[in-house]
């Protein structure tokens, strides 16, 4: 099977524009979850998505949102991006239930930049 | 709450052991280990689950105490290619299972 693939694998943009990071997940995994990556934080879950609804949520503001397709693939976007937002973005996929009880697959993230 | 590991580093020789611990101050669902390598994906390691199943790489071994909300991985024998950062990841459980990761322990492994 393929792995996951995350487009761009780059980006750079300026203070107050909007990115769109998009996400394609393992065949049949349904689960697609995103991690913000900064060397000071470490890995922070942003959102997961299942079936094409948000089953959780991390702790970022409304600037950082998502959705999932009906062919499982995901895209989030930042609106109005600050400085603080250059990170490693990761998605992974997983055949997980409710309860994470399996391993994610993680792509090899979109470098974001700000400046 | 992100889990707190240690040590936040570590360098090895090959062949030495090393231990390195995730703990929470929530109670537990489960705990998930990755490695991830400079400039790549983290990759999955093993699940540690409530009640004591566990899910992993056979030459991965890791314990989970319920009670005390603590992980720890056991990297025995190191190899070269165990270097990388670790992080542990838990799941609180009950309405919301979400992963949440510390920041992760760096081991070095030297020749």
């Known amino acids: 099977k393929a792995g996951v693939t995350q487009t761009p694998r780059y980006l750079i943009k300026t203070r107050g524009q909007q990115v769109t990071l998009s996400c394609s997940p393992i065949s049949g995994h349904r689960s697609v979850s995103w991690y913000q990556q900064t060397p000071g934080q470490g890995l922070q879950f942003l959102f997961e998505?299942?079936?094409?609804?948000?089953?959780n949520k991390g702790n970022f503001p409304g600037r950082f949102s998502g959705r999932q397709f009906s062919n499982s693939r995901s895209e989030m976007n930042v609106s109005t991006l600050e400085l603080g937002d250059s990170a490693l973005y990761l998605c992974?996929?997983?055949?997980?239930?409710?309860?994470?009880?399996?391993?994610?697959?993680f792509g090899p993230g979109t470098r974001l930049t700000v400046l | 709450q992100q889990p707190v590991q240690s040590p936040q580093a570590v360098i090895l020789r090959e062949g030495e052991d090393a231990v390195i611990n995730c703990s929470s101050s929530?109670?537990?669902?489960?705990v998930h280990w990755y490695r991830q390598k400079h400039g790549e994906a983290p990759v999955f390691l093993m699940i540690?689950?409530?009640?004591?199943e566990q899910k992993g790489h056979e030459k991965i071994s890791a314990s989970f105490n319920e009670k005390k909300q603590q992980s720890s991985l056991y990297l025995t024998a190191s190899q070269l290619s165990y270097s990388g950062t670790y992080f542990c990841?838990?799941?609180?459980?009950?309405?919301?299972?979400?992963?949440?990761f510390g920041k992760g322990t760096l081991l070095t492994v030297n020749p």
């Open positions: 990841g838990t799941v609180s459980g009950g309405s919301n299972y979400k992963l949440t």
């Open positions: 540690l689950l409530k009640g004591g």
């Open positions: 992974a996929s997983s055949e997980s239930g409710r309860e994470l009880r399996n391993e994610q697959f």
């Open positions: 998505y299942f079936s094409e609804t948000q089953r």
């Open positions: 929530k109670a537990l669902y489960s």
